[in-house]
């Protein structure tokens, strides 16, 4: 096996876990919105889980966001390397 098919293998292996990670972020945000209609339906009690919910809200939206940025910095990650085998290609 080569240099370019190593490549192309990592490649692939980052693109399969860019789609994972698409899926993670898709079921997050189901959760998300499940517990946004959750939040609303506790609004008028103002009781604890009310709280606990909002906590919970504001994880799932971290989780998201730093899923989102592991998605662009391995895309771009990706990206140079795509950049440098056609380099040594050229």
Same mark, same amino acid.
Do not use: S
């Given at each position: 096996m080569n240099a370019l098919d190593r490549l192309k293998e990592k490649i692939d292996t980052w693109k399969a876990r860019i789609r994972e990670l698409?899926? =993670?972020t898709a079921r997050l945000r189901e959760e998300k919105e499940a517990l946004s209609k959750e939040l609303e339906a506790c609004k008028e009690g103002g009781s604890k889980e %009310? =709280?606990? %919910?909002?906590g919970?809200?504001? =994880?799932?939206?971290?989780t998201i966001v730093a899923l989102r940025k592991e998605l662009e910095t391995k895309d771009a990650e990706i990206e140079a390397i795509i950049a440098k085998v056609e380099a040594l290609l050229e």
């Open positions: 698409e899926g =993670e %009310l =709280e606990n %919910l909002r919970t809200l504001e =994880e799932k939206e971290a």
